[in-house]
T-cell receptor
Framework: GESVGLHLPTLSVQEGDNSIINCAYS??????FIWYKQESGKGPQFIID?????DKRQGQRVTVLLNKTVKHLSLQIAATQPGDSAVYFC????????????FGTGTRLTIIP | DTGVSQDPRHKITKRGQNVTFRCDPI?????LYWYRQTLGQGPEFLTY????????KSRLLSDRFSAERPKGSFSTLEIQRTEQGDSAMYLC?????????????FGSGTQLSVL
């Protein structure tokens, strides 16, 4: 069936460096994507979203890139800080407004001091 | 604090017992979701409500599971005759669908352990 998956389960980055977390999706009909951050013992926290009619969106220290040709999504975090250590999930919605959010497995990001 | 509260935070029960969880969403949000999450996995969709109407239920939601959202405000998720495989984090989220965006705000979850 259709799925949202991640290339790497873990990622370690030196504090201050930039990090890139990748996500592959298989449903070409997906039209809305969201990145979530989940810290231990907490629920997922919204980071940034992007519609399928866009290929890039920027937030505070974060950028999401969408490549519909290869069905690939990435989250770039600039100047990583210890507080960025968490599990990051990409999630998708097919038929925005009418369907639920489907999550991938997640990537654990560890910031090395 | 996202504004979505869940109660209890932790629940330990014996196999065969019934449990009920409560979720209080952000007050102006019209959608409410229930997800289940096991260790090392992403949240799995269970069901969601638009106001008081339950719009979709996952195949994961067996007949032992029931969710309600009376009056379109808080929601309860009940699991009857719990099994060890029900042990997981149960997450509630609420959202307000706006043009071009639906941001789900999650609570901290209820961690269920079935012994």
């Amino acid at each position: 069936g259709e799925s949202v998956g991640l290339h790497l389960p873990t990622l370690s980055v030196q504090e201050g460096d930039n990090s890139i977390i990748n996500c592959a999706y298989s449903n070409s009909a997906s039209d809305y994507f969201i990145w979530y951050k989940q810290e231990s013992g907490k629920g997922p926290q919204f980071i940034i979203d992007i519609r399928s009619n866009m290929d890039k969106r920027q937030g505070q220290r974060v950028t999401v890139l969408l490549n519909k040709t290869v069905k690939h999504l990435s989250l770039q975090i600039a100047a990583t800080q210890p507080g960025d250590s968490a599990v990051y999930f990409c999630a998708e919605i097919t038929n925005f407004g009418n369907e639920k959010l489907t999550f991938g497995t997640g990537t654990r990001l560890t910031i090395i001091p | 604090d996202t504004g979505v509260s869940q109660d209890p935070r932790h629940k330990i029960t014996k196999r065969g017992q019934n449990v009920t969880f409560r979720c209080d969403p952000i007050s102006e949000h019209n959608r409410l979701y229930w997800y289940r999450q096991t260790l090392g996995q992403g949240p799995e969709f269970l069901t969601y409500f638009q106001n008081e109407a339950q719009l979709e239920k996952s195949r994961l939601l067996s007949d032992r599971f029931s969710a309600e959202r009376p009056k379109g405000s808080f929601s309860t998720l009940e699991i009857q005759r719990t099994e060890q495989g029900d042990s997981a984090m149960y997450l509630c989220a609420s959202s307000l669908v706006m043009e071009g965006s639906e941001k789900l705000f999650f609570g901290s979850g209820t961690q269920l352990s079935v012994l």
